[in-house]
């Protein structure tokens, strides 16, 4: 598994950063930028507005797999698995079969409905058909959603049977639920995932004020350009499997375009974690 390999430090484009992109179109530009591989969404969401990419169109499949085959790129996830009230997880499970099948090492999933019992046995199901296909299920906190936060997420890991679940680590999200060192610390190596980069402005929104919503999902800024103390939380972090730069910006997408803004977000992540910890050789860490 990628996670039990730290010789190298990885660099992931999701699919957030440049939403609405082809998976294909995905995967080459982040050949192109220079990143080391991607996170697809290729699942589902159920919104009237969603326009499916899923690995079970064997088209789809089969240009995913070309796409990865010739800029060998890394599929390191694929997302987003919900669990909500209107969804039952066990559509996702052929995604998960084809996603391990282009290797990707995680899926990731988040919690949006407030029937605990319901949450659990739904989180539990999907963590059984990620083992089941050799993946590791990546719990998201999110401030709007149903686990809100860091301390959140690791409770319900422990309360959860399944030992392949980890907690993925979003700056945002992470700054805006409120955290203490203790807490980052405590995190067993064997449940940390991904750490999703960026930075933000240091104003720290009501659930139902607008930039709760808007910033996360299009004015996220490159690092060091914000106010979350980014380099005291990754000094503390242990080194995750890989970092995917999740950083969507409307006006950074329209004033370099998707390339100029894909290619912006791994030079300013390089750069910033060369001054922080004692250098980025080859796209390796070194602290």
């Avoid at 998707?258 to 300013?268: F, M, N, P, S, V």
Wanted: charge should be negative; glycine fraction near 8%.
């Amino acid at each position: 598994m990628l996670k039990n390999n730290i010789s190298k430090t990885y660099f992931s484009l999701p699919y957030l950063t440049l939403p609405g992109i082809h998976p294909v179109d995905q995967i080459y530009i982040a050949k192109q930028c220079g990143f080391d591989g991607v996170g697809l969404r290729t699942l589902s969401q159920g919104w009237p507005s969603d326009r499916t990419n899923s690995l079970t169109c064997k088209d789809m499949f089969i240009a995913v797999q070309r796409a990865l085959s010739e800029t060998q790129m890394i599929l390191f996830d694929i997302e987003l698995g919900r669990v909500t009230d209107n969804v039952d997880v066990s559509s996702y499970e052929e995604d998960f079969a084809r996603g391990a099948e282009l290797g990707a090492r995680f899926v990731t999933a988040s919690v949006w409905t407030d029937n605990k019992t319901f949450a659990q046995q739904q989180f539990e199901r999907m963590a059984q058909f990620a083992s089941k296909y050799g993946m590791d299920l990546s719990l998201e906190f999110v401030p709007f959603s149903s686990i809100k936060s860091l301390k959140e997420a690791l409770m319900w890991i422990q309360s959860l049977e399944a030992s392949n679940v980890c907690v993925l680590i979003d700056l945002l999200h992470l700054y805006r639920s409120g955290y203490d060192n203790t807490i980052l610390e405590s995190i067993p190596e064997n449940r940390m995932g991904c750490i999703h980069l960026c930075d933000g402005p240091g104003f720290i929104p009501p659930i139902n004020h607008p930039d709760m919503i808007g910033v996360t999902r299009a004015r996220r800024l490159y690092l060091g350009d914000g106010e979350i103390p980014v380099g005291e939380i990754l000094s503390i972090l242990k080194i995750p499997p890989y970092y995917a730069i999740e950083l969507p910006n409307e006006d950074f997408i329209k004033e370099k375009g998707l390339i100029g803004h894909a290619k912006k977000c791994l030079e300013t992540t390089k750069l910033y974690l060369r001054k922080l910890y004692s250098g980025v050789k080859d796209g390796s860490v070194q602290r």
